[in-house]
């Protein structure tokens, strides 16, 4: 059974930072695509960064120099590293992973159907 197990988040003033962790169990995470993607209410659910099995990354240009998506692959956890957030960053953040070869992970901020499995969310505030 695959499980996607979030961790991280809570309330931040502006400018500051947080991670996010999501633990892969039933899966080798490190030959997946996986990708992070955020949802307001009234919103289509957005994504953040994908990083592919060969390591590269793909970020939103509107967290572009701030957020930096990464692997721990002994740990099989996926983490979001989100620094200067501000307070448009605030949103429920979910992990997501599908069995995509790199180059179908490219496109999978616009087109997350290629997402398999989902994180249950985690909820993040920016306090002005």
């Known amino acids: 059974q695959v499980q996607l197990a979030q961790s991280g988040g809570g309330s931040v003033e502006v400018g500051g930072s947080l991670r996010l962790s999501c633990e892969a169990s039933?899966?080798?995470?490190?030959?997946?695509?996986l990708a992070w993607y955020r949802e307001v209410p009234g919103k289509a659910r957005e994504g953040v960064g994908s990083?592919?099995?060969?390591?590269?990354?793909e970020y939103a240009d509107s967290v572009k120099g701030r957020f930096t998506i990464g692997k721990e692959r002994a740990k099989n956890l996926l983490t979001l590293q989100m620094d200067g957030l501000k307070p448009e960053d605030a949103a429920t953040y979910y992990c997501?992973?599908?069995?995509?070869?790199?180059?179908?992970?490219?496109?999978?901020?616009?087109?997350?159907?290629?997402?398999?499995?989902w994180g249950k969310g985690t909820l993040v505030t920016v306090a002005t």
């Open positions: 039933g899966i080798d995470s490190a030959s997946w695509c």
């Open positions: 997501g992973a599908g069995p995509l070869s790199d180059l179908g992970c490219r496109g999978v901020l616009i087109y997350p159907d290629g997402m398999s499995y």
């Open positions: 990083i592919a099995s060969d390591d590269k990354t």
